[in-house]
């Protein structure tokens, strides 16, 4: 079975520091990785995902994330926080292919101090 | 487009009432998804559905809960009778194909008392 781990439950930043949110997969297979923000009382959308190709990702809002292969890692990485990325983070994997079920970390919860 | 649309946004009903959640994806979308969120369990899958059909639902976490999808525009999501445990927060996410990322709706806040 899939599960993924986020390490850091509640992560307190400074605006314009930079950030690092820790991701670990379990998965017997190809895999497709997602990171996930929900804004206060908002639903979830997709900050980035990655299914094949250059493991450096990047998506909206300035973030990237990076496959490591090797150590079953997808940290997401931002070089300069502000105070709208007060948020949850979450990380998610599915195999690739037809399994299409999302297994979700159990989120990092962001604040940044303005 | 409108997203994935989900009604209502709370709900609060009493132990024993049955709840009906209802959820609307994206046109075009084969794939609809039931999530529940809480504080303790996370994010869970409940059941998902591939063209209408039920394809897992392994995650619905007893009897007293139902899904169905009559047609591709429209699912429910059905507790009867409900518990307090039940109280979450409840999303349905829906996508266009095996690889596509999900879109998630709004939510619905269950409050059971």
């Known amino acids: 079975a899939q599960s993924v781990s986020q390490h850091n439950h509640h992560v307190i930043l400074s605006e314009a520091a930079s950030l690092e949110l820790g991701c670990n997969y379990s998965y017997g297979g190809t895999v497709n990785l997602f990171w996930y923000v929900q804004y206060p009382g908002q639903h979830l959308q997709l900050l980035l995902k990655y299914f094949s190709g250059d493991p450096l990702v990047k998506g909206i809002k300035g973030f990237e994330a990076e496959f490591i292969k090797s150590k079953f890692s997808f940290n997401l990485r931002k070089p300069s926080v502000q105070w709208s990325d007060t948020a949850e983070y979450f990380c998610a994997v599915s195999g690739s292919g037809s399994a299409r079920q999302l297994t979700f970390g159990s989120g990092t919860q962001l604040t940044v101090l303005p | 487009d409108a997203g994935v649309i989900q009604s209502p946004r709370h709900e609060v009903t009493e132990m024993g009432q049955e709840v009906t959640l209802r959820c609307k994806p994206i046109?075009?979308?084969?794939?609809l998804f039931w999530y529940r969120q809480t504080m303790m369990r996370g994010l869970e899958l409940l059941i998902y559905?591939?063209?209408?059909?039920?394809?897992?639902d392994s995650g619905m976490p007893e009897d007293r809960f139902s899904a169905k999808m009559p047609n591709a525009s429209f699912s429910t999501l059905k507790i009867q009778p409900s518990e307090p445990r039940d109280s979450a927060v409840y999303f349905c996410?829906?996508?266009?194909?095996?690889?596509?990322?999900?879109?998630f709706g709004n939510g619905t806040r269950l409050t059971v008392t």
């Open positions: 996410a829906s996508s266009g194909d095996g690889n596509s990322p999900l879109h």
């Open positions: 559905f591939n063209n209408n059909v039920p394809i897992d």
């Open positions: 046109s075009g979308h084969d794939y």
